[in-house]
């Protein structure tokens, strides 16, 4: 009698444990779960900047990255990303070729850890528009620091 409870419990606990797997991968993943092609876009923001020449979304956007993704985006490939969210303006100058690939900041860091003291909207040497909410830590991202 113990012996088929146990059974009939371990197969009850089985197929609830794949009911919430599978519950998870159809709520976190769009890949599993086709919505109309409408649905999900019209939610979804813009992005805000082009991406020819920044295909890589999670060098920017990862958990660590300069403008991360929200948690619930965890998993999802980079090709998922322009199913929802519609590629942004035409560039006004060509892109980095990567993180890191851009100029060099023209002053050293020790002293100039706050970007936005000098470089923020209504800064000295205001930074481009599609630069608007980074945080400081963004700018090294792109943005080596100079030896100077």
Same mark, same amino acid.
């Given at each position: 009698m113990r012996e088929l409870y146990s059974r009939h419990l371990a197969a009850v606990t089985g197929a609830l444990i794949l009911?919430? @797997?599978?519950v998870f991968a159809v709520v976190q993943s769009p890949e599993v779960w086709e919505l109309s092609a409408g649905t999900a876009a019209s939610q979804a923001q813009e992005v805000s900047h082009p991406i020819e020449g920044r295909e890589r979304c999670g060098a920017c956007h990862g958990p660590? %990255?300069?403008?991360?993704?929200p948690v619930r985006h965890l998993g999802w490939s980079t090709a998922s990303c322009t199913r929802c969210h519609?590629?942004?303006?035409?560039?006004?100058a060509p892109p980095?070729?990567?993180p %890191?690939?851009?100029?060099?900041?023209?002053h050293p860091l020790e002293g100039y850890e706050s970007c936005g003291d000098c470089h923020g909207?209504? %800064?000295?040497?205001p930074f481009p528009d599609d630069h608007r909410g980074f945080?400081?830590?963004?700018?090294? @991202?792109?943005?080596?620091?100079?030896?100077?």
């Open positions: 009911l919430a @797997a599978v660590q %990255g300069v403008k991360p993704y519609a590629p942004g303006p035409a560039p006004s980095p070729a990567s %890191g690939a851009a100029a060099p900041l023209p909207p209504e %800064g000295v040497f945080s400081d830590r963004g700018c090294t @991202a792109c943005h080596p620091a100079s030896g100077t």
